[in-house]
């Protein structure tokens, strides 16, 4: 009986660990499910044309196809892994916005970069729209918010400083910047009220329509930045922006022609439009280690589409502190530093180095109308933007 009753209680034992073990693996599994650590769900197809709505992550084996307006919704994020490829089509109406309070996460490597460009078999200018980000980071205004300007239903601004959009690291964007009209048209990538919680380093904008880039406020940085023939301004912003640019280089090739009537190096506006001028938070920005480059040949001296307006233009009340700032080139700018606007000049307290090289002026260094601005001078031995970061773009300089 002994004998038996032992027997019985190894089997009983054997079971119970069994059991145990079991209940382990389960205990596990849930408690891996309750804290949130389910895998993210990679996007089914190769087509982007639709509002995402809840967390997803793209394939970097598959090549995407943007056919139509993609807006990752209030609480999503979009996760784009490196060495991603999406190629649009369909002009104005394709674009990818972030929403207010979603992210995306587009983390490319130097080897593997992401690539945002045209579907098109000989691609240009304004191919398709752009990227947009929309934040809750200040803007300058009689509100704290504004609308987005290709899409008037989605809202911009508010008041985290510190808002976070999300992550953009070697990301390229190739001829972006379609338009509906003269007034509603893309940049390459649209910043608006994007908060410094947002990581944007390492990007590259080329053969763009309109603006490579555009701060609409909002508090976000910008480091290492490069820039090729944009149809428009370089570096542009408005609305409030109080962010860093750090080392940035644009550039206007022989070949370039501009549709617009006066194209920047650098544009920015202390508030939109000029129409509130005396709104608190006017832009104040910095940048630094910035080249700007116009080799573009022009016909005579008013030929517009191959001369620059003015290498830097600062007005409408912003406060501009730019430092080792390099204009270089063949070509030819109608101004090297414009401080004024009808709608109201530079802040006088905005501080300016800017070193020209070859570029011609063909009016006058510094434009200063009737304003006082005694820290912008034009001079010194400033070597601008370290290109050493853009290698990674192939791009010869």
């Given at each position: ?250 550039i206007w090739t022989s070949t370039y022609s501009s549709t617009e009537k006066d194209p920047r190096g650098i544009e920015a506006d202390g508030n ?60 030819k700018a109608f101004y090297y530093i414009d401080m004024t606007d009808d709608l109201g000049n530079g802040n006088a307290a905005s501080a300016i ?45």
């Amino acid at each position: 009986m002994r004998i038996k009753k032992y027997q019985f209680n190894s089997l009983k034992s054997e079971k119970m660990k069994k059991l145990l073990f079991v209940l382990a693996i389960a205990t596990t599994i849930f408690t891996a499910c309750t804290d949130d650590e389910d895998p993210i769900p990679v996007f089914s197809g190769d087509t982007l044309n639709s509002n995402i709505t809840s967390d997803v992550t793209l394939d970097a084996s598959v090549t995407y196809k943007l056919t139509g307006p993609v807006k990752v919704k209030t609480g999503a994020t979009l996760t784009i892994p490196a060495g991603t490829v999406i190629k649009a089509s369909g002009g104005f109406s394709s674009y990818i916005l972030v929403e207010q309070g979603a992210k995306i996460m587009a983390e490319g490597t130097a080897s593997k970069p992401i690539k945002f460009t045209s579907a098109a078999s000989s691609p240009a200018a304004a191919d398709w729209g752009g990227l947009i980000i929309n934040g809750y980071a200040p803007i300058s205004g009689p509100t704290t918010t504004g609308l987005t300007e290709i899409d008037n239903s989605e809202v911009y601004g508010g008041t985290d400083a510190s808002d976070n959009s999300g992550v953009l690291k070697y990301v390229i964007l190739e001829y972006t910047g379609a338009q509906s009209s003269d007034n509603i048209e893309h940049n390459g990538l649209t910043l608006n009220a994007v908060g410094s919680g947002t990581t944007i380093e390492n990007i590259y904008i080329t053969y763009g329509g309109d603006d490579a880039i555009e701060f609409f406020g909002g508090t976000v940085s910008v480091k290492n930045l490069l820039v090729i023939n944009p149809d428009d301004d370089m570096f542009d912003c408005t609305q409030g922006w109080s962010g860093t640019l750090d080392n940035a280089y644009g550039i206007w090739t022989s070949t370039y022609s501009s549709t617009e009537k006066d194209p920047r190096g650098i544009e920015a506006d202390g508030n939109f439009d000029g129409l509130y001028p005396t709104a608190s938070g006017q832009s104040n920005f910095i940048m630094k280690n910035i080249t700007m480059v116009n080799n573009a040949v022009p016909a005579s001296d008013s030929d517009k589409t191959k001369i620059m307006n003015c290498g830097i233009k600062v007005r409408r009340g912003a406060t501009a502190t730019i430092t080792n700032a390099l204009l270089k080139g063949t070509g030819k700018a109608f101004y090297y530093i414009d401080m004024t606007d009808d709608l109201g000049n530079g802040n006088a307290a905005s501080a300016i180095s800017l070193t020209v090289s070859g570029v011609t002026a063909v009016t006058s260094n510094i434009k200063t109308g009737t304003g006082t601005f005694p820290n912008v001078s034009v001079g010194g031995s400033n070597t601008g933007a370290t290109t050493s970061a853009f290698a990674w773009t192939g791009y010869s300089f």
